[in-house]
């Protein structure tokens, strides 16, 4: 995690930055994450970020080990009445290094998704670090969408990075900038000139 973690700070010092300024109105903006509006979203990176190997596993049985009644009940924890008072709980715990038992790449998953899935829906743009974003990437293509990655979605395409050293798989070809390709990948919508190629209907449809 020793490399990771440096990375997930920046960007989480970076989101509490894009943040600070935010409308009262504009919390209530749907995310990009479905049923979740931007309040909702930065409210599970707080869980996201206290969570430890043990709590996480304490907190999925206490779930029936169903992902997204745990992902819920974080939400609803941490969501305070006030997203101001949510955005200092996060700014106080973005220097955390606790993580759920899993690979260190879903760290940058997390930090990469769910900035997008916030900053996209409020026009804000951000240049994301090229080689974390491909680790991150190279991650969803490997994990099964049951445990939250893409690679059902990426199956039988060729992926190509149009700025990045990135190459994947075998099938008709999608090209993209690669955070667009980690977004389709994970799920999330894109805009249509992002994608090209004879796959790109498969990978968003």
């Not at 919390?27 to 509006?37: F, I, Y």
């Not at 939250?148 to 979605?153: F, L, P, Q, S």
Request: hydrophobic share 45%; with cysteine.
């Amino acid at each position: 995690m020793t490399g990771v973690w440096p990375v997930v700070h920046a960007e989480r010092q970076a989101l509490v930055r894009d943040l600070e300024d935010l409308a009262a109105r504009q919390w209530a903006t749907p995310s990009l994450c479905p049923g979740w509006d931007v309040h909702d979203v930065l409210a599970h990176l707080v869980d996201d970020a206290r969570t430890t190997r043990l709590g996480f596993l304490r907190r999925l049985a206490a779930a029936g080990f169903d992902f997204d009644r745990c992902n819920a009940r974080g939400v609803a924890r941490e969501r305070r009445a006030d997203p101001r008072d949510t955005l200092a709980a996060f700014r106080a715990v973005s220097g955390r290094t606790t993580s759920a038992p899993a690979p260190p790449a879903t760290r940058l998953v997390e930090a990469f998704v769910h900035g997008e899935d916030i900053r996209r829906p409020l026009s804000l743009i951000r240049a994301y670090p090229t080689g974390p974003v491909v680790e991150a990437l190279r991650h969803q293509l490997k994990t099964s969408g049951k445990l939250g990655g893409g690679r059902e979605r990426a199956a039988a395409l060729r992926l190509v990075a149009t700025d990045a050293e990135l190459e994947a798989g075998t099938g008709p070809e999608v090209r993209g900038g690669v955070l667009a390709l980690l977004l389709a990948v994970s799920g999330r919508p894109v805009g249509p000139e992002e994608l090209t190629g004879p796959g790109a209907a498969a990978l968003v449809g």
